[in-house]
T-cell receptor
């Protein structure tokens, strides 16, 4: 069975500092991996995804994530935090290759706060 | 404008009174899904549909029904709501590149 673990329900960084949000997954087959962002009182928006190819994936708003199969990780990073990055971030995984491909598992989320 | 719409956005009801939350997308996506979001639990998939007349259970299907009679619509039905179904519900559709597009959410309170 697939699962997703996001380490840290709340992360706080200073404006301009590095953002690192951690995500580990378990999957019996190579997965599809996603990061979504949710701003207050809004739906979710895709930040980036890994489906195939290059393991370093660049997304919107300066975020990127690296798929590391050996570590079963897909951590999200941004070199310099902006106040507008304050939101909740969700990692998600989906199986590939068979009829289960569309069952999607989300992590419990990490709330990112930015200190002025 | 490409979008996923949900109605109603807010709903207060009583235990046992059947309700339907509608979801519609205008992007011609084959895949649609329903999630519930609860504090500390993230999003959990209730049901998904890979095409018209094709639906399957997600992780938390108990107490919910869905139908997919046409591609654009994917209503969520609560036949006999209970207080533990109080939650924030999201509908989403997904394109062939596996990008999901989420609706604005429906906040449901069951008394």
């Amino acid at each position: 069975a697939q699962s997703v673990t996001q380490l840290g329900s709340h992360v706080s960084v200073s404006e301009g500092a590095l953002v690192l949000l951690r995500c580990n997954y378990s999957s019996s087959v190579p997965p599809y991996l996603f990061w979504y962002v949710q701003y207050p009182n809004q739906g979710l928006q895709l930040l980036l995804k890994y489906t195939t190819g290059a393991t370093l994936v660049k997304g919107i708003n300066g975020f990127e994530a690296e798929f590391k199969k050996s570590e079963t990780s897909f951590h999200l990073t941004k070199p310099s935090a902006h106040m507008s990055d304050a939101a909740e971030y969700f990692c998600a995984v989906s199986r590939r290759g068979d009829s289960s491909a569309s069952k999607i598992i989300f992590g419990s989320g990490t709330r990112l706060s930015i200190r002025p | 404008e490409a979008q996923v719409t949900q109605n109603p956005r807010y709903l207060i009801t009583v235990t046992g009174k059947k309700l339907t939350v509608t979801c519609s997308q205008n992007m011609n996506h084959e895949y649609m899904s329903w999630y519930r979001q609860d504090p500390g639990l993230g999003l959990r998939q209730i049901y998904y549909s890979m095409n018209v007349e094709v639906t399957d259970k997600g992780d938390v299907p108990e107490g919910y029904k869905v139908s997919r009679k046409e591609k654009r619509n994917f209503p969520l039905i609560l036949e006999s709501p209970s207080p533990n179904q109080t939650s924030l519900y999201f509908c989403a559709s997904m394109d062939r590149q596996m990008t999901q597009y989420f609706g604005p959410g429906t906040r449901l309170l069951v008394l």
